[in-house]
């Protein structure tokens, strides 16, 4: 996860030769960021999208490909940062979008659309008994949260150290932890992502390290009678890519269900993706409460929570009080429309075979050429997603992938971009996906150019 460091944004350092052809194609994004950064801070409309030089200027997508205003056709396996897994404006999306788009833009009321949507959601996830809509991961993290301390009365949120919940202030505790901080401190120590939080919010914060069963059980043993719930990214996303091992999901589950904590999947990444159902689908257990978002809405913004039917009634107005929950844009016609559309298609017989097919020849492919050029990776996936660390360790967790090369995987990152290959989130400590849109001739070059980068890194060009 990135914190934008000012040496970034202000001091860009000299180009590397590896960033010269990026840098000699982009002429028209150049002069786009330098306009850009005069009215934007840092030059990008999220802190995640910049990277140094500068990041690139789309002007339209379509299928597997971005085309910058430079006239460049690059392959993205950033795909809208998760959503767009049938790829840009799929043609059926796009089609039922427009048709709603003419009956009216805001209700501001209830529609049968919602309910409908709803129902799409429950037969991919059946542990969601009822939901409620937002629009963005932001807010399908935060609700649930509020909703989990009044059904149970106590106050604490265990979160696992590196991942990500979105923007606000409870979820953006341990997202990254300055070395210092890392090495002094005991593991559940939380610390603010960035300026501007409030200290009292990090007292009401646990860390556990995911996919280290025995750190994570000691600490959510040791804090239960104070933790409402534990947020998990069932495939932990934030800080990269870390599949769960040695049935860490279900041992979640059944340790919070004994000591009466809910277990929240933040499945904003993970839904729809890893399976139609998730995570929870893929790995066979079920949450209290599921947070949806990204593929959601097939591009469009649309998130929303739901879980166990007693958990969800906290919602309902009662003698004793409620716990408050809305949103002006919640259940939008025409996001509602461009998920139903997606998920349509989501949901049909054969799609994540495909989907995984695809994802495994990009992800295993990237693997077996570095090796063959004795660049030590190590790819981290599951299906579309996955992450390519450059280093000789495996890296099951947040803080394994702390010490890997992050210049190499820039050396790589640039020279693709360079010839016209996104390869996702432009940071070293974030991830790629793959869509239904990419084709093999799309994975075979995606292949070829990072090939040409792990033999000048093969030499140390
Ligand atoms: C797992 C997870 N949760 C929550 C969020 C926040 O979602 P949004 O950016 O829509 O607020 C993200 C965004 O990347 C995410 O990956």
Redo the contacts with the bound molecule.
């Keep these: 996860m990135v914190l934008l460091r000012a040496s970034e944004v202000f001091n860009m350092p000299a180009i590397a030769s590896y960033e010269k052809e990026y840098v000699s194609r982009t002429r028209r994004s150049k002069a786009h960021f330098e306009r850009a950064n005069k009215v934007l801070p840092a030059g990008v409309e999220s802190n995640v999208r910049f990277f140094p030089p500068y990041p690139f200027c789309v002007k339209r997508a379509k299928g597997p490909y971005l085309y910058d205003i430079d006239g460049n056709k690059i392959i993205d396996y950033a795909l809208g940062?998760?959503p767009m897994i049938l790829g840009h404006d799929h043609p059926a999306v796009t089609r039922a979008v427009r048709a709603q788009v003419g009956n009216g833009m805001m209700f501001g009321a209830s529609s049968e659309l919602a309910v409908e949507y709803i129902d799409m959601v429950r037969k991919a996830m059946p542990s969601i008994e009822m939901f409620r809509f937002a629009n963005?991961?932001?807010?399908?993290?935060m609700h649930p949260m509020r909703v989990a301390r009044a059904f149970t009365g106590k106050e604490k949120i265990a979160k696992a150290e590196g991942a990500?919940?979105?923007?606000h202030d409870y979820a953006l505790q341990g997202v990254d932890i300055p070395g210092s901080e890392l090495r002094a401190k005991t593991r559940q120590h939380s610390v603010p992502f960035g300026k501007g939080i409030p200290k009292c919010i990090s007292d009401l914060m646990v860390m556990y390290p995911f996919n280290d069963w025995g750190a994570t059980e000691e600490v959510i043993t040791r804090n239960a009678d104070e933790l409402a719930a534990v947020i998990v990214?069932p495939v932990q996303?934030?800080g990269g890519c870390f599949v769960p091992r040695d049935d860490y999901l279900g041992r979640l589950r059944r340790l919070t269900a004994d000591l009466g904590i809910v277990l929240i999947f933040?499945e904003?990444?993970t839904g729809f993706r890893v399976a139609f159902g998730g995570a929870q689908e893929r790995y066979g257990v079920k949450p209290d409460i599921t947070?949806i978002?990204?593929i959601a809405g097939g591009g469009y913004q649309l998130?929303g929570f739901g879980g166990r039917r007693d958990i969800m009634q906290e919602i309902v107005p009662k003698s004793g009080g409620n716990v408050y929950h809305g949103g002006t844009y919640n259940a939008h016609p025409v996001s509602v429309t461009g998920g139903l559309a997606t998920l349509e298609i989501l949901s049909r017989p054969g799609t994540y075979r495909r989907i995984d097919m695809i994802g495994d020849s990009l992800f295993h492919g990237l693997r077996d050429a570095a090796k063959d050029r004795g660049v030590d990776v190590w790819v981290e996936s599951v299906g579309s997603l996955g992450q390519m660390y450059f280093t000789d360790k495996e890296v099951a967790t947040w803080r394994d992938s702390l010490d890997v090369d992050h210049e190499k995987w820039r050396h790589w990152f640039m020279h693709s971009l360079g010839r016209g290959v996104f390869f996702g989130v432009p940071h070293a400590d974030e991830h790629f996906f793959t869509s239904l849109a990419h084709s093999d001739t799309d994975i075979q070059r995606s292949i070829e150019i990072s090939d040409e980068a792990f033999k000048e890194i093969a030499r140390g060009r």
């Design positions: 940062y998760g963005s991961g932001t807010e399908a993290t990500y919940h979105g923007g990214e996303a934030g933040d904003v990444l947070c978002a990204k998130a």
